[in-house]
Nanobody, 120 residues
Framework: QVQVVESGGGLVQAGGSLRLSCAAS????????MNWYRQAPGKQRELVAT???????NYADSVKGRFTISRDNAKNTGNLQMNSLKPEDTAVYYC??????????????WGQGTQVTVSS
């Protein structure tokens, strides 16, 4: 069984930083894309950042230049470094990973989410 678990959320003042972590465990053959999403109250879940197994990254315009996504393929972990945080970054952040459990069987796995609150 595969699990994805996020950690690192919390309360921070505007302008501060937080580092979110994502750890995948279980019967993992390999992980392709790892993504971070967020969902603020009353809003739709949005894609914040994505990273391929080769290290290519992409970011939502709202976080470009402030957030950095990274991963460690050997450890099946990922991180989201968030700098210059703004109150509008307040949301529950989710890690999502496309995980292969065999050479040709894959599905998307989601973590339970971690709350990030940025005070003004």
């Amino acid at each position: 069984q595969v699990q994805v678990v996020e950690s690192g959320g919390g309360l921070v003042q505007a302008g501060g930083s937080l580092r979110l972590s994502c750890a995948a465990s279980g019967s993992i053959f390999r992980i392709s894309a790892m993504n971070w999403y967020r969902q603020a109250p009353g809003k739709q879940r949005e894609l914040v950042a994505t990273i391929t197994s080769g290290g290519s990254t992409n970011y939502a315009d709202s976080v470009k230049g402030r957030f950095t996504i990274s991963r460690d393929n050997a450890k099946n972990t990922g991180n989201l470094q968030m700098n210059s945080l703004k109150p509008e970054d307040t949301a529950v952040y989710y890690c999502e990973a496309t995980i292969f459990t065999t050479i040709n069987r894959a599905r998307d796995y989601w973590g339970q989410g971690t709350q990030v609150t940025v005070s003004s």
